[in-house]
């Protein structure tokens, strides 16, 4: 019983980890359908990438395209 203890616990610790960082979202399509905005690069210093440029720091902080003087693509 406690070496099986010794085993599940570290697992199950490492497990809600993965699980509980995974379900965080910085992005997303959701958002780019939202905004109008695309590429990605327009908010994201590279795509694929996390890390924002200065439009995606401010759009995170104002939640407001046109205050971030962030144009999206004209409709055709």
Request: aromatic share 2%.
């Amino acid at each position: 019983m406690l070496k099986t203890a010794k085993l599940v616990i570290p697992v199950v610790v490492a497990g809600l980890g993965i699980l509980a960082s995974s379900s965080l979202s910085y992005g997303s399509a959701k958002i780019a359908k939202e905004t109008g905005v695309k590429p990605c690069t327009v908010c994201h210093t590279t795509m694929g990438k996390k890390d924002l440029n200065k439009a995606g720091e401010c759009y995170k902080e104002k939640k407001d395209v046109k205050a971030c003087s962030i144009t999206p693509p004209a409709a055709k």
